[in-house]
């Protein structure tokens, strides 16, 4: 079958630079968003998470930008290593539905 | 991943057909979701559960139909599959326990012919 990667913006990087992923989120009244990995064949992987009243959240490796005003976010991935090479999607969710709306991706290829 | 598990990981089917795809797990959580997967559209809500006997309809609902007769699983049905529906299909659920977020299961690919 059609593999998900396909028809994504992709990013490629040399093994050790940093990443930077983009997504721009939908929803204004969003209050968390999520950051997911997704590597070929297998379910979507939860990374780091921030909340609407934070700018900058840090994890393993892995940074997250909240820029609220643009309605923008970012994950950092320092250090990138071939493991590393995945789809990335971001994710947005408020209120109390417990829903959660998925960007479409970006494609993330590490070259050794 | 929240011990969630999903039976069949693959199936081929023809048009016209049922399908049943169910999702199993095993933390207790009261929020479950199916999903389905294309190229150029990321997860796509089916349906989703926020507790036994309770479902609602998400963005692609026409076509698929969901029972939860039990905390543990989620099923989802095609009544009639179509080529349409060949797709990934991912089940998740809901946990709060150190973020809100939800858990995936590794997902079934099923082709219809």
């Known amino acids: 079958g059609e593999s998900v990667g396909l028809h994504l913006p992709t990013l490629s990087v040399q093994e050790g630079d940093n990443s930077i992923i983009n997504c721009a989120y939908s929803?204004?009244?969003?209050?968390?968003f999520i950051w997911y990995k997704q590597e070929s064949g297998k379910g979507p992987q939860f990374i780091i998470d921030?909340?609407?009243?934070?700018d900058k959240r840090q994890g393993q490796r892995v940074t997250v930008l909240l820029n609220k005003t643009v309605k923008h976010l970012s994950l950092q991935i320092a250090a990138t290593q071939p493991g590393d090479s995945a789809v990335y999607f971001c994710a947005e969710g408020g209120g109390s539905n417990y829903k959660l709306t998925f960007g479409k991706g970006t494609l993330l290829t590490v070259n050794p | 991943d929240a011990g969630i598990t999903q039976s069949p990981r693959h199936k081929v089917t023809e048009t016209g057909t049922p399908v049943t795809l169910r999702c199993h797990q095993t933390?207790?959580?009261?929020?479950m979701y199916w999903y389905r997967q294309d190229p150029g559209h990321g997860l796509r809500l089916i349906h989703y559960?926020?507790?036994?006997?309770?479902?609602d309809k998400g963005e692609v609902s026409d076509g698929y139909s969901v029972s939860r007769s039990k905390t543990e699983d989620f099923l989802l049905t095609l009544e009639s599959a179509t080529s349409s529906q060949t797709s990934v299909y991912f089940c998740?659920?809901?946990?709060?326990?150190?973020?809100?977020?939800?858990?995936f299961g590794p997902g079934t690919r099923l082709t219809v012919l």
């Open positions: 921030i909340r609407s009243n934070m």
């Open positions: 559960s926020y507790g036994v006997k309770d479902t």
């Open positions: 933390e207790n959580h009261r929020y």
């Open positions: 998740a659920t809901w946990t709060q326990e150190s973020t809100d977020t939800q858990y």
């Open positions: 929803n204004s009244a969003s209050d968390y």
